[in-house]
């Protein structure tokens, strides 16, 4: 994954707003494309996963979309709610290497009360 | 609580010791995963088990560094002659079969080496 040292990407949202939080990958091969969430002192967590043969998935407040032609992926949070501030990172896995997961870059939320 | 577990949640250590950090994954997983995380980045992989078998290893994994899953279940991570660079945290995930099931990670160990 990229390198973003020390700095991470920050978004600061105000609470009940949505968020989107945005990601570029580089290998076309990938299966799944996930986004995973870090709250500080913890490992990832799980968030939703998109098969690389779909463009967008929905979960519960939250919805993945996938662009393939420009390697883009995007988390978006509906109704951004405190709980929500973490790290969030993209990740992919392919049907190689016993499916490791491959971090991406992390992006800092920030949800404004 | 039925998650990966990893121990000790903390380590400190002075440079030149040798330290071994244990993760116990969820038990119907037969993939398990150590990752380093250093502050402000994301999981970097290390290593994979397939049951007891070690089938990857990451070239981030020095010769310094070993890591065993003897019968399949929990797993061990020993760093020899710790270096100021090996400050991190480790962590540990776990999967089950097929490629659609998501990883678990757990807590992970924070090692400081001084």
């Known amino acids: 994954g990229e390198s973003v040292g020390l700095h991470l990407p920050t978004l600061s949202v105000q609470e009940g707003d949505n968020s989107i939080i945005n990601c570029a990958y580089s290998?076309?091969?990938?299966?799944?494309f996930i986004w995973y969430k870090q709250e500080s002192g913890k490992g990832p967590q799980f968030i939703i996963d998109?098969?690389?043969?779909?463009d967008k998935r929905q979960g519960q407040r939250v919805t993945v979309l996938l662009n393939k032609t420009v390697k883009h992926l995007s988390l978006q949070i509906a109704a951004t709610q405190p709980g929500d501030s973490a790290v969030y990172f993209c990740?992919?896995?392919?049907?190689?290497?016993?499916?490791?997961?491959?971090f991406g870059a992390g992006t800092r939320l920030f949800v404004k009360a | 609580d039925t998650g990966v577990s990893q121990n000790p949640r903390h380590k400190i250590t002075k440079r030149g010791q040798n330290v071994t950090f244990r993760c116990d994954p969820i038990?119907?997983?037969?993939?398990l995963y150590w990752y380093r995380q250093t502050l402000g980045q994301g999981p970097e992989f290390l290593t994979y088990?397939?049951?007891?078998?070690?089938?990857?290893k990451s070239r981030l994994l020095s010769d310094r560094f070993s890591a065993e899953r003897p019968k399949g279940s929990f797993s061990t991570l020993e760093i020899q002659r710790t270096e100021q660079g090996d400050s991190a945290m480790y962590l540990c995930?776990?999967?089950?079969?097929?490629?659609?099931?998501?990883?678990?990670f757990g807590q992970g160990t924070r090692l400081t080496v001084v």
């Open positions: 995930a776990s999967r089950g079969q097929g490629i659609s099931t998501e990883a678990f």
């Open positions: 290998n076309s091969a990938s299966d799944y």
């Open positions: 998109i098969r690389s043969n779909m």
């Open positions: 990740a992919e896995k392919a049907n190689t290497g016993g499916f490791k997961t491959i």
């Open positions: 038990s119907e997983h037969n993939r």
């Open positions: 088990f397939q049951n007891e078998a070690q089938l990857e």
